[in-house]
């Protein structure tokens, strides 16, 4: 695993992997620091679940700072990131993710827009009922980028599949 450095000027933070930087603003460099613990979590978890079915729940409330963090994992994790936005009308998680890869088996399935479905009642609950084929069927991590907001309802809709699913914060800017 790659070693993470953080360094701290003028309230801008750089998180050094390699030769590479990847900086983020931050009014406080405590979330920095979080950040980073949940970035390396994030990345083990990604190369412990190669092969294998694992539900992992990416909460960040930003949507400028998904984008930095998908475009570090898509150039940094040793393993090829398949990508599917849902759209407002998707209905069910599970057939979604069917259709839109037939026999393909990614090494790692991220997927995003989860805050966008209109229908996000009916959605985790139709996933609870059928979270086995998810464990049947899917012989890699998947990754849902979700919100507070969509954690309380998968809390509350779908209690079964949220059981599953291990959990990777990001914390958002703070302005002080």
């Known amino acids: 695993m790659q070693r ?3 360094t701290s000027t003028d309230q801008k933070t750089e998180i050094i992997v390699g030769v590479k930087v990847v900086r983020e603003f931050y009014a406080d460099t405590s ?3 979080d950040n980073q613990i949940s970035l390396q979590d994030l990345v083990w978890s990604i190369e412990m679940s190669q092969g294998q079915f694992s539900l992992i729940l990416v909460c960040c409330n930003s949507v400028a700072l998904r984008g930095k963090i998908a475009e570090y994992l ?3 994790c040793p393993a090829k990131i398949r990508y599917i936005c849902l759209k407002p ?5 599970y057939s979604t993710i069917q ?3 037939g026999k393909e088996q990614p090494a790692v ?3 995003y ?3 966008s479905v209109n229908a996000i009642d009916q959605l985790l609950l139709a996933a609870n009922q059928i979270r086995e084929e998810f464990r049947k069927n899917f012989y890699f991590p998947l990754i849902l980028w979700v919100n507070d907001d969509i954690v309380r309802q998968l809390i509350r809709l779908a209690p079964d599949l949220e059981s599953w699913t291990t959990h990777t914060y990001f914390h958002d800017e703070i302005n002080t």
């Open 74 to 76: 898509r150039q940094e």
């Open 4 to 6: 993470y450095l953080m």
């Open 99 to 101: 259709e839109q890869l």
């Open 109 to 111: 399935l991220m997927v």
């Open 113 to 115: 827009g989860l805050e």
């Open 89 to 93: 009308s998707t209905k069910k998680l």
């Open 31 to 33: 979330s920095v620091a």
